[in-house]
């Protein structure tokens, strides 16, 4: 059975930061792309940022350089480390691994960036 598990989520005030973990099992971990994504109220959720099984990262945008992911693969975890936090950054955030067929999704973390 596979399941992922986001930790560290919560209230934040602007120009925080705030570490996400993703706790992974079920699942052969280091052959797999990881993701985090994130849905605002009212809007699609959307790629914040992935990291191949290789370590490649790609980032959205709009967290270019504020926010960064890492793999750990002896421990089956992932992280996003978020620095210079804005309110529109506020979403539930959901860890993702993907290697086809499968593609597995976390739970969500709330995460609220406001003053």
């Known amino acids: 059975q596979v399941q992922l598990v986001e930790s560290g989520g919560g209230l934040v005030q602007p120009g925080g930061s705030l570490r996400l973990s993703c706790a992974a099992s079920g699942i052969t971990f280091s052959i797999y792309a990881m993701g985090w994504y994130r849905q605002a109220p009212g809007k699609q959720r959307e790629l914040v940022a992935r990291i191949t099984s290789g370590g490649i990262t790609n980032y959205a945008a709009s967290v270019k350089g504020r926010f960064t992911i890492s793999r750990e693969n002896a421990k089956k975890m992932i992280y996003l480390q978020m620095n210079n936090l804005k309110p529109e950054d506020t979403a539930v955030y959901y860890c993702?691994?993907?290697?086809?067929?499968?593609?597995?999704w976390g739970q969500g973390t709330q995460v609220t960036v406001s003053s």
């Open positions: 993702n691994g993907a290697r086809s067929p499968g593609n597995y």
